[in-house]
Nanobody
Framework: EVQLVESGGGLVQPGGSLRLSCVAS????????MRWVRQAPGKGLERISS????????WYADSVKGRFTVSRDNAKNTLYLELNSLKTEDTGMYYC????????RGQGTQVTVSS
């Protein structure tokens, strides 16, 4: 059974930082490209970052480029997203997805940026 468990979200002031984690199981994590997707209140899903299976290729949406950093630890079956210089528009639910896991996703982790 595929499981993706996101964590690390919280309430932070503008300009602050967070580190999100996604622990994966039920598929061969080290062979799967991974991506982070977020959903702002009242809006659709937005893909914000992706990383190749071995971590050598990354991609970022323009909205987060230069502020967010994606990484992974295949030994720990864990995907990370470092969020820096957070803005109020970064508020939303953050999910991780795996190419090898289809549309499966976890419960997400809430990021709220507010003063």
């Amino acid at each position: 059974e595929v499981q993706l468990v996101e964590s690390g979200g919280g309430l932070v002031q503008p300009g602050g930082s967070l580190r999100l984690s996604c622990v994966a199981s039920g598929f061969t994590f080290s062979r799967s490209n991974m991506r982070w997707v977020r959903q702002a209140p009242g809006k659709g899903l937005e893909r914000i970052s992706s990383i190749s299976s071995v971590g050598d290729i990354t991609w970022y949406a323009d909205s987060v480029k230069g502020r967010f950093t994606v990484s992974r630890d295949n030994a720990k079956n864990t995907l990370y997203l470092e969020l820096n210089s957070l803005k109020t528009e970064d508020t939303g639910m953050y999910y991780c997805y795996a190419d090898l896991a289809g549309t499966s996703r976890g419960q997400g982790t809430q990021v709220t940026v507010s003063s």
